[in-house]
């Protein structure tokens, strides 16, 4: 099966910083990629699909980029309300596989 | 809008058997694959099934193969979990969670609020 690696497992920064989370896949997954965001206590929420695709509602500093093994979520002027766990999760072939999270907090 | 609310959950002893269900709103279940994903308290999310939109197709992950069965009924618009022979390592919240397409096993773009499951002796 297909592992799915984020990293960091958590970082902390400032109101305003761009923050970069990374997610790494075992094998070519081409771009069946989702982001998803889970603030404490709730259920997690859709950000992206199809790696770099915003899902509606989701604001514009969220972006996705990579294909193939190597992906990249980035909050561009990270808000108080982005205090939340990240996950990525691959859909090329069952079974769908999540990476371990990110937690990011502000400094 | 799109809601989809679980039920069922509840404190159960390892080795015995329950049903989850979850209703959905809002849009027409029949049009969409659907999916069960699990969290265990203070873990990362773990997907556990996913069935097609007329139930057609059913896929499972590997830590309940075998125990976990998944099903719909469209005209109820409801989606269901059947857990036999838990173990307390299923332990978790369970969500259900709206795939955009039909076929299912692809991504989650609605979540329920989700129901805990414990288990323990």
């Known amino acids: 099966d297909i592992q799915m690696t984020q990293s960091p497992s958590s970082l902390s920064a400032s109101v305003g910083d761009t923050v970069t989370i990374t997610c790494r896949a075992s094998?070519?997954?081409?771009?069946?990629l989702a982001w998803y965001q889970q603030k404490p206590g709730k259920v997690p929420r859709l950000l992206i699909y199809?790696?770099?695709t915003l899902q509606s509602g989701v604001p514009f500093r969220f972006s996705g980029s990579g294909s193939g093994t190597d992906f990249t979520l980035t909050i561009s002027s990270l808000q108080p309300e982005d205090v939340a766990t990240y996950y990525c999760?691959?859909?090329?072939?069952?079974?769908?596989?999540f990476g371990g999270g990110t937690k990011v907090e502000i400094k | 809008q799109v809601q989809l609310v679980e039920s069922g959950g509840g404190v159960v002893q390892p080795g015995r058997s329950l049903r989850l269900s979850c209703a959905a709103s809002?849009?027409?279940?029949?049009?969409?694959?659907m999916h069960w994903v699990r969290q265990a308290p203070g873990k990362g999310l773990e997907w556990v099934a996913d069935i097609s939109y007329d139930g057609g197709k059913e896929f499972y992950g590997d830590s309940v193969k075998g125990r976990f069965t998944i099903s719909r009924d469209n005209s109820r618009n409801t989606l269901y979990l059947q857990m036999d022979s838990l173990r307390t390592e299923d332990t978790a919240v369970y969500y259900c969670a709206r795939d955009p397409y039909g076929s299912g096993s692809y991504y989650f773009d609605h979540w329920g609020q989700g129901t805990l499951v414990t288990v323990t002796s």
């Open positions: 999760q691959k859909y090329n072939s069952v079974p769908l596989t």
């Open positions: 199809d790696a770099s």
């Open positions: 809002g849009f027409s279940l029949s049009g969409y694959g």
């Open positions: 094998q070519d997954i081409n771009d069946f």
